[in-house]
């Protein structure tokens, strides 16, 4: 199992930065891909960012060049340091780890699998 905390979130007014840390605690392996989503009032999850075990990222076209997502020295932390935020970004901001339907040590995983954080509050607000 899988356990993602996230932490970081809070107010701040536009223009303003945040970081975001996510903790991953249990069996990460090299395939999976850990990534920021959020979900703002009345929309659906969307997604922000994504790193994988190589350091590749995918990020959403709304946060390219004001987001950027980091793997920390261990492999199980990652950040999200957001610069220039907008009212629009004001969300719950998502920690993910996505596991590819595969063999993992001695575990079968049928299908791909998503594991979640809790969420952490993010708003943007003079």
């Known amino acids: 199992q899988v356990q993602l905390v996230e932490s970081g979130g809070g107010l701040v007014q536009p223009g303003g930065s945040l970081r975001l840390s996510c903790a991953a605690s249990?069996?990460?392996?090299?395939?999976?891909?850990m990534g920021w989503y959020r979900q703002a009032p009345g929309k659906e999850r969307e997604l922000v960012a994504t790193?994988?075990?190589?350091?590749?990222?995918n990020d959403a076209d709304t946060v390219k060049g004001r987001f950027a997502i980091s793997r920390g020295t261990a492999a199980n932390t990652v950040y999200l340091q957001m610069n220039s935020l907008k009212p629009e970004d004001t969300a719950i901001y998502y920690c993910?780890?996505?596991?590819?339907?595969?063999?993992?040590?001695?575990?079968?995983?049928?299908?791909?699998?998503?594991?979640w954080g809790q969420g952490t509050q993010v708003t943007v607000s003079s």
């Open positions: 993910n780890l996505h596991r590819p339907r595969g063999i993992y040590s001695d575990q079968v995983y049928p299908r791909n699998y998503e594991y």
């Open positions: 249990g069996s990460i392996f090299s395939r999976d891909v």
């Open positions: 790193i994988d075990s190589g350091g590749n990222t």
